[in-house]
């Protein structure tokens, strides 16, 4: 089984601005009006809900945080041997795909 994403380490790469932002991320965040500081901030400060260790190259996770009383998830990797975040994606989480929590997955 593949570890899972060390979210210390992760949010130290952030911190020390050591992130690299996948090509779909920027144009996903420009497509949705997100910018780089929330996304920062919600690796930063966010809620781990998902965790996606098997992920490749890297293992991954999702995390959660609001935006002006909106949520936004963001999908992040971590280059353990680099310490270099990832950015894959970021959205703003929908009710046909989460709960009302926007945390939890609907089934189905």
Same mark, same amino acid.
């Given at each position: 089984?593949?570890?899972?994403?060390?979210?210390?380490?992760?949010?130290?790469?952030?911190?020390?601005?050591?992130?690299?932002?996948?090509? #779909?991320?920027? +144009?996903?965040?420009? +497509?949705?009006?997100?910018?780089? @500081?929330?996304?920062?901030? &919600?690796?930063?400060?966010?809620?781990?809900?998902? +965790?996606?260790?098997?992920?490749?190259?890297?293992?991954?996770?999702?995390?959660?945080?609001?935006?002006?009383?909106?949520?936004?998830?963001?999908? @992040?990797?971590?280059?353990?041997?680099?310490?270099? &975040?990832?950015?894959?994606?970021? #959205?703003?989480?929908?009710? +046909?795909?989460?709960?009302?929590?926007?945390?939890?997955?609907?089934?189905?």
């Amino acid at each position: 089984m593949a570890s899972s994403l060390d979210i210390n380490a992760l949010r130290s790469a952030v911190r020390g601005g050591r992130i690299e932002w996948q090509r #779909h991320a920027l +144009e996903r965040m420009v +497509e949705r009006n997100v910018t780089r @500081a929330q996304v920062k901030a &919600a690796l930063l400060g966010g809620e781990r809900i998902a +965790e996606y260790p098997d992920a490749y190259p890297l293992p991954a996770a999702l995390f959660m945080a609001w935006r002006a009383r909106r949520p936004l998830h963001v999908v @992040a990797a971590l280059d353990a041997t680099t310490a270099t &975040a990832y950015v894959i994606t970021a #959205h703003e989480p929908d009710l +046909e795909h989460f709960e009302p929590d926007f945390r939890t997955r609907r089934k189905g």
